[in-house]
């Protein structure tokens, strides 16, 4: 149980395009999503907050017009890298909390998108 | 505000030997405490979590973990390394008191298990 989705795994675009990333979870509800930015060999960066049927909260320095972010179902949230340019190129990560039950306090992590910006 | 430090950016060990991953933390009230590990192109598996209870925490793998309050610390074990536990290893705190569950993760460390 618990498993988390994202979709594609890697993505390559040109620059000024947009590119949007999904992220599922597969057998739970989760009212409450994350997206994270990972550079290579470095640690997780928390991007935003993701709560179905309200906005994102943006961390500091996370442009919200660049990382748009919908959360419109208990299944389903997408992070849009509009106008993607080169240096938006990175590993992107969502997580899920599942607030079916009892609460874990985990968070469960999708695979990654690995998007590269040419 | 929560944070976590991993003073080790890598480990290395022989295979059969003893692992140790060390992990401080600093959180305003009462810890929840996480280790993930990752591997290359991979999104985060839990090995396990203190929550409250026993000190000592038993996870995946064969993996255990040690909350000691007073040193702020909560070192990640494995009596016996694998080649295959050669990964990319993070500890994450949540402070209770953040509704939303966020993570503070640490920085990382490498562990390369050797033949």
């Known amino acids: 149980g618990a498993v988390v989705s994202q979709h594609p795994s890697w993505v390559i675009c040109k620059s000024g395009t947009s590119v949007k990333i999904e992220c599922r979870s597969l057998?739970?509800?989760?009212?409450?999503m994350f997206w994270y930015r990972q550079f290579p060999k470095q640690s997780l960066m928390l991007m935003a907050t993701?709560?179905?049927?309200?906005?994102?909260?943006?961390e500091q320095g996370v442009e919200k017009d660049k990382f748009l972010i919908n959360h419109a179902s208990l299944t389903l949230s997408t992070l849009t890298v509009t106008s993607a340019h080169p240096e938006d190129s990175s590993f992107y990560i969502c997580?899920?909390?599942?607030?079916?039950?009892?609460?874990?306090?985990?968070?469960?992590f999708g695979p990654g998108t690995r998007l590269t910006v040419t | 505000a929560q944070s976590v430090a991993q003073p080790e950016d890598q480990v290395n060990v022989a295979e059969g030997n003893p692992l140790t991953v060390k992990c401080t933390y600093s959180?305003?009230?009462?810890?929840?405490l996480f280790w993930y590990v990752q591997y290359p192109n991979r999104g985060l598996q839990f090995l396990l979590k203190?929550?409250?209870?026993?000190?000592l925490v038993k996870g995946s793998y064969g993996f255990e973990a040690e909350f000691n309050k007073s040193q702020t610390s909560f070192h990640l074990k494995k009596p016996s390394a694998l080649v295959s536990d050669s990964a990319l290893y993070f500890c994450?705190?949540?402070?209770?008191?953040?509704?939303?569950?966020?993570?503070?993760f640490g920085a990382g460390t490498q562990v390369v298990v050797t033949p």
């Open positions: 993701s709560n179905e049927g309200s906005k994102a909260t943006y």
């Open positions: 203190y929550i409250t209870g026993d000190n």
């Open positions: 994450a705190v949540r402070d209770w008191a953040d509704s939303w569950g966020k993570l503070q």
């Open positions: 057998d739970f509800q989760a009212t409450t």
């Open positions: 997580s899920a909390r599942d607030y079916s039950g009892t609460d874990t306090y985990e968070q469960y």
């Open positions: 959180v305003s009230g009462n810890p929840y």
